[in-house]
């Protein structure tokens, strides 16, 4: 088993956090997350709930069990610092945990996070007492900036989300684990297992996956399938991964110990 | 659990073969064999030992129990197909499994196999009954040829061996795995546990691993991180491995079902 | 030939902007420059030299002729926005065009910019009239905010400074041109031709190289293999660039035309 | 300029050759030949004419002049070793140059070659003194042999003809270069300019064009992008190529002799 990821002094033992959005049913998420062995669930606080009267986080906390997932509510579809830092409060007076993942994107096709935004609305959530996650691209520079005004993790993006092509920003979230003095999680663009196994490999401390498993024709399978490589990838890590070599190195006329 | 491998009418629960080159010790062998869950274990046929009056597969067989794995003999260190084939018989003769890893590399700095040696050994060690399974270039026409003389597999590799760099023939693997009616085992180069993980998603029925993990730090744990990684690479491509998008998806906007 | 760059209204030739650090020598550079057919040259506003009575360009201007080249005054050293935006109006004051490469990078390893200052700076240098061409990371979100608070080019890095690593986030470059309204210029990280080649396939309107110029045994040679990759890169996207297949598509068969 | 390329003792100024499949005219082939500055074009020997009264020749030598260029027939459609044969005579009978492009490709899907037939085709061939360039997989064992029985090149292919992708084969095409005695051309699988200074900068000798030009919107256009890519690439790769780093070195505040 690799080591327990800590994030704001809580400890976790999977690091693989999942999304909530696009499944075909609530059994079927209700099943994957029981069988990613997941502790960290992001939930979306929809926009168009939030004027209503009927509790916007009725449904969602039927669904996905309190005393077993830290429920991470997520900013998606805020536009700005300030819709964010509403709706962050938004959430947390609706009786959610303090703990948010900041996620601003104007952008309408990618969906690709604002820095700008992001950083403001980061620094304003830390002084309010929230542990911020922030969803970032993976920009080394601004990594840093929001580790320094007290970000809990950063949330590089391996590739923009729902695209599943992996981790496209290798060289940089290189970067950010080598200066990260808080939790590194890589989250979206992970289409297949083996994106989560190298996430980790690259020294990642956790990797959020969404639509790879929700859209799966076996979403409770595809969960177990990328907990597994996740782990798999945490082990290798832990241990220490090898160079690349530029050419051969002969195993099997090696084995000296076989002989007599 | 993914479906069992069958090579030569013979079931296999485990994906991953393990090699037996470069491990530290006889019982640091044993455990990662023991560690990676793994059914089919390679052993090199030592040129060196081949005239010794001392039976050159003592040692060796005391540390692979063959009830539980079968014995893969390989041909390493041949360097045609008339040293391969007389290799295999003198396996054969001195109890062996009839099944051969067929490696042919008069190659001393990369390793690589020779292809026309390969054919040529192939076809004779077919007609003589041997379970060929032969070690070869991403060459989609050479592995066409060699099932159709009657191979049980065919072992292209991902990169030299002992190089760590993965499946640096990806476009060819694939056209192997499309135009395959026997079995695919991604052979050499797979550094990391993401490396496995992705040639199972390519459609590789089994990889083989070695150096990778006999020179780990922990060769049991990395034999573990492999064989999950394996497993979770399988069962995501026997479900069904989603498109690369271009553009984003979005993921939590569209949870509609979480609405009231 | 292409088309012309058009950058701020003013027309440009070239797509090849050189920068002048690391050359051997000041003649070495000239002869470079000469070599390139470039129409841009970056020069860096040096720190060190602000407070001195010495005009800090006196030297650099004796050997980049104005009248033949565009001295485009870069804030390279600058660790924040107060102090780029100071530089900036040293060099207008001292006669330089008012043309300014925007470059704030507190990172002394990577030399990667800061988004969130560099977004500062060049709001206001646009409000004092300047033409702004900012570095920035790969990031798209702020490429277009750049664009929309009236910076004549973007010019996000293909890879860290001086790493010749080509074009490492080819995805968010592809986005940023996608999105662009103004010319996008690739900048940091081009190690051979074929990067600049690339990057001008992808859409790039322009690159800028220094290092790999300056050190190359022979830096005009090596300059003018870079403007002639450049040139190739842009007339094939000009003329369209095709498809990648997954299959091959014979080429001779089908010449049907050579038959009587 | 780069050095000149020697094949079987004749010298080259162009290092790129030119297929004349796909082209929409005879006229718009005849332009992108003129070009491309090439000096070496290959045409197929059309199965479908070798029994036909009429010279197959006849056409296609109306088209290519043959003082210009070097008239390289290929095998392109043979299936295996004696047809190939049977067609390169045919085509020295004819009074075509006894230079032959051996291309042996039984598979209808991707075009790939057959190692074992090229190599029988080859042997044959140099004995009744053609000088030989044979089309082959990436595979460095075969290229080796290929130079050993006396081909006069050897011609790795970057990906599947007509694929576009660009060198998909890279490790192997490195390790080609490495252990060459005779020039190395990269074949099939350009697309674009920058693949062909990437062929270039990774040391082979040549390129060989065909669908990226012939399909052009503007062929002709096309064929100079390509010119200029290929001798870009040279001359880089003739100065010496810079390393790949991880992290930055700066550039601009190195210049040192820009200060008094």
Redesign the interface.
């Not at 289409?191 to 994106?195: A, C």
């Given at each position: 088993m690799s080591d327990p990821l800590v994030i704001a002094g809580r400890e976790f033992r999977s690091r693989l956090m999942l999304?909530?959005?696009?499944?075909g049913?609530?059994s079927a998420m209700k099943d994957a997350l029981e069988a990613s062995g997941t502790e960290i669930v992001?939930?979306?606080l929809?926009r168009?709930?939030l004027t209503g009267e009927?509790d916007p986080f009725?449904?969602?906390l039927e669904?996905v069990d309190p005393e077993r997932y830290l429920v991470l509510a997520?900013t998606?579809?805020a536009m700005d610092a300030a819709e964010a830092v509403r709706l962050a409060k938004l959430a947390a007076a609706a009786g959610l945990p303090k703990w948010i993942k900041l996620?601003i994107?104007?952008?309408p096709?990618?969906?690709?996070?604002?820095?700008?935004e992001t950083?403001k609305a980061a620094e304003e959530l830390v002084k309010e007492g929230f542990v911020v996650l922030p969803y970032i691209?993976a920009?080394?520079?601004?990594a840093?900036?929001l580790q320094e005004v007290g970000t809990a993790t950063v949330m590089p993006l391996g590739?923009?989300?729902?695209?599943?092509?992996g981790i496209?920003?290798?060289?940089?979230v290189r970067?950010i684990v080598e200066q990260a003095t808080v939790p590194v999680v890589v989250d979206?663009g992970l289409?297949?297992?083996?994106?989560a196994?190298?996430a980790m490999?690259l020294g990642a401390d956790a990797v959020l996956v969404?639509?790879?498993i929700?859209?799966?024709?076996?979403p409770s399978?595809?969960a177990?399938?990328?907990a597994?490589?996740t782990?798999?990838?945490r082990?290798?890590f832990e241990?220490?991964?090898?160079?690349?070599?530029?050419?051969?190195?002969?195993?099997?006329?090696?084995?000296g110990?076989?002989?007599?």
């Open positions: 999304g909530t959005g696009k499944f049913s609530p992001t939930v979306a929809r168009a709930n009927k009725a449904d969602i669904h997520n998606s579809g996620e994107h104007p952008d096709n990618y969906l690709l996070p604002d820095p700008i950083l691209n920009d080394p520079v601004l840093k900036r590739a923009p989300i729902g695209s599943n092509r496209s920003t290798r060289d940089q970067i979206a289409g297949v297992p083996s994106h196994a190298e490999e969404n639509t790879a929700a859209v799966a024709s076996d399978g595809m177990r399938a990328f597994m490589a782990e798999a990838g082990m290798a241990m220490g991964l090898p160079d690349q070599l530029d050419n051969a190195e002969a195993t099997s006329p090696l084995t110990f076989l002989q007599g």
